[in-house]
């Protein structure tokens, strides 16, 4: 039961994502509320430190009959507190200080420094009365502030948040990279997989329509019909051929996975052997469908040709089955832009709804009864991973225009 939920968790990225924000909250509260914890203390021990100071002052003026006895508590308690300090005259005069501002310093400017310093440190906290007397006359008041600690305690939070945001996406990014790793080398293994079970099963019908060139003639084949005219060396041709693509397919399945061989070539032949073989196998012998190609004059490049071909053809094959059989067009274009090769696959079927179009790419999607969902996952990678390419939905208008763009560097 509580292996079933883990697997249940682990195999939602929603949840987990929730998991992981919840989690984050729940981290950023503690610290935040051990960090102002701190801070409060730290807070009160500058407001019972600063009651003593003005203890001392109040008592040094009691007693003295001289400033002596307040320069020295100015000079050796005061001055090394870890807080600033501002002790004004009745009128709110500047007289001692532990600020920033030296005290030999009676410049209007520096006066003005020190009044802002008072006013900071009276919005926060409220100044103490210095009193002389047994009548408690008021001669003096210490205003106080914050220390550099506290100060840089206050920002911690913030820090904090930074920090564990940072770790979380790190996280996250590392998980998700992990769980793309592990699917793709699932798919691959699945691709490999098929490719060796065709293996057997196709080379022994190769084997077969060698042996039937060989051994049979036209006149060894009979139809029930004799006025059907049958041209048995043009089907031998076919199912050879047929067989070959087969086993073609069975290559590429098995590439998927490793790291495939590339070799300069111009981009243009794939695209028009693919083309070539589906001109032949049309809807209504090709009376309603058209396949428009339009090339242009390009260098040659480095890609692996049975990749290239396999991403065009499954292009191809997405929207012949997008298309209407009896007015679908479909458009293929090459040209070069600056350092690129783009090449543009156009046609006018039923298009990709906007809700899917940013999910076409996911492994294991699709809107089919039947199929996997690997084809454009596995498009992507052959163009993006191993052609170091680009490749993109470029837009979709249904029944108008759906356009599928790939890159290649030159």
């Not at 100044?127 to 305690?153: E, M, T, V």
């Not at 199912?239 to 981009?267: K, W, Y």
Request: with cysteine.
């Amino acid at each position: 039961m509580l292996s079933q939920l883990v697997k249940d968790i682990f195999s939602s990225p929603k949840l987990i994502t929730i998991i992981l924000g919840v989690g984050m909250v729940i981290v950023v509260s503690f610290f935040i509320y051990s960090n102002q914890t701190i801070i409060s203390q730290l807070e009160n021990d500058a407001a019972r430190v600063s009651r003593a100071y003005a203890r001392l002052w109040q008592y040094a003026a009691s007693e003295a009959t001289s400033g002596s006895e307040i320069n020295f508590i100015f000079e050796e308690i005061i001055k090394k507190a870890n807080f600033p300090i501002i002790v004004t005259s009745i009128e709110g005069e500047p007289m001692y200080w532990t600020v920033d501002v030296p005290q030999e310093d009676t410049t209007g400017k520096a006066r003005e420094r020190l009044k802002q310093y008072i006013e900071e440190m009276d919005a926060k906290y409220q100044a103490i009365p210095i009193y002389y007397g047994p009548d408690k006359i008021i001669i003096h008041n210490l205003h106080y502030g914050d220390s550099r600690l506290i100060k840089r305690l206050q920002y911690m939070p913030y820090i904090e948040i930074a920090v564990i945001v940072v770790f979380l996406l790190f996280a996250w990014f590392s998980f998700r990279n992990a769980r793309k790793s592990e699917q793709n080398y699932i798919y691959a293994g699945m691709a490999k997989e098929s490719a060796h079970q065709l293996g057997t099963p196709l080379s022994a019908l190769m084997g077969w329509v060698e042996l039937l060139k060989l051994k049979y003639s036209k006149e060894d084949f009979a139809l029930p019909d004799k006025n059907v005219k049958v041209n048995f060396a043009e089907i031998i041709d076919r199912m050879q051929s047929d067989l070959h693509r087969l086993d073609r397919v069975a290559t590429r399945f098995g590439s998927i996975g490793s790291i495939p061989d590339l070799e300069e070539c111009n981009i243009n032949q794939p695209i028009a052997e693919v083309v070539a073989y589906f001109h032949l196998r049309l809807p209504g012998g090709g009376k309603g469908v058209e396949i428009i190609e339009q090339y242009s004059d390009l260098p040659d490049i480095k890609i692996n040709l049975e990749l290239i071909g396999w991403v065009v053809e499954n292009l191809i094959k997405n929207s012949l089955e997008a298309i209407d059989p009896k007015t679908g067009k479909i458009f293929i274009n090459t040209k070069r832009n600056n350092n690129w090769i783009s090449i543009s696959v156009i046609d006018n079927g039923k298009g990709i709804v906007p809700s899917n179009q940013k999910r076409i790419f996911d492994p294991g999607f699709t809107t089919r009864k039947r199929g996997w969902g690997l084809g454009l996952t596995l498009a992507r990678r052959i163009v993006v991973e191993y052609h170091r390419g680009k490749f993109r939905l470029a837009g979709s208008e249904p029944n108008q225009k759906t356009e599928f763009i790939i890159e290649l560097p030159v």
